[in-house]
């Protein structure tokens, strides 16, 4: 099946900048989301970008989107100890309906 | 408050039993999904509804089976045939293939 990888852990200190990275095999993927989890809860919908963007930005969050090297990312600004989870960055292709293939997880540690 | 409710957050069964996890969605979205997700891994698709009254296998369907009599509702039989059921099971709805809003988690745990 396809993949969707990313690194397994970032620490980052309060106030500074995280950048999560994803790399995906499916070159006909639509749509490429960010998802949150915090310890013992459900995941939260973050952001999405359509496979035709190549950025997105929602106030802290920007996604920047490499179609051409399949590569994925989402930067959070000005980290805050509340942005402590795992985030989980999850593809969808043209051909599998509702489906989404997901990433294993990035956990995020805040320092103060 | 629109959303998504999973009950019972935490369930205990003995190995052998059938036990039946409850999502339910006010949401008013046609598609529902069942996840199990394992520490360290990601989400795997147990099966997904597009519409009541009709469902289909995700990657991981053996051992689990699933009704959707009513467009809010989708409950999940995990069946003693399932050889590893202990993990946290998510629930997810979406209108038709688009964004999966997600539930709070019904972690099962079977000794």
């Known amino acids: 099946g396809e993949d969707v990888e990313q690194s397994l852990f970032l620490s980052v200190r309060e106030g500074d900048s995280s950048v999560i990275n994803c790399t995906y095999t499916?070159?006909?993927?639509?749509?490429l989301y960010w998802y949150k989890q915090e310890p013992g809860a459900g995941l939260q919908l973050l952001t999405y970008?359509?496979?035709?963007?190549d950025m997105k930005q929602d106030q802290r969050l920007t996604v920047l989107l490499n179609k051409k090297d399949k590569h994925l990312s989402l930067r959070i600004a000005d980290t805050q100890t509340g942005d402590s989870a795992i985030y989980f960055c999850?593809?969808?292709?043209?051909?599998?309906?509702?489906?989404?293939?997901f990433g294993a997880g990035t956990q995020v540690v805040v320092t103060p | 408050d629109g959303g998504i409710t999973q009950s019972p957050k935490y369930l205990f069964r003995k190995e052998g039993q059938n036990v039946t996890l409850s999502c339910e969605q006010n949401?008013?979205?046609?598609?529902m999904y069942w996840y199990r997700q394992d520490p360290g891994q990601g989400l795997r698709l147990i099966y997904y509804?597009?519409?009541?009254?009709?469902?289909q296998k995700g990657d991981i369907a053996e051992g689990y089976s699933v009704s959707r009599e009513k467009k809010e509702s989708f409950p999940l039989t995990v069946t003693s045939a399932q050889k590893n059921p202990t993990a946290f099971y998510l629930c997810?709805?979406?209108?038709?293939?688009?964004?999966?809003?997600f539930g709070p988690g019904t972690r099962l745990t079977v000794t």
């Open positions: 997810a709805s979406s209108i038709a293939g688009s964004e999966q809003y």
């Open positions: 499916d070159s006909s993927s639509t749509y």
């Open positions: 970008i359509f496979s035709n963007m």
């Open positions: 999850a593809e969808k292709s043209a051909d599998s309906w509702g489906k989404l293939q």
């Open positions: 949401l008013n979205h046609d598609a």
């Open positions: 509804s597009q519409i009541v009254n009709d469902f």
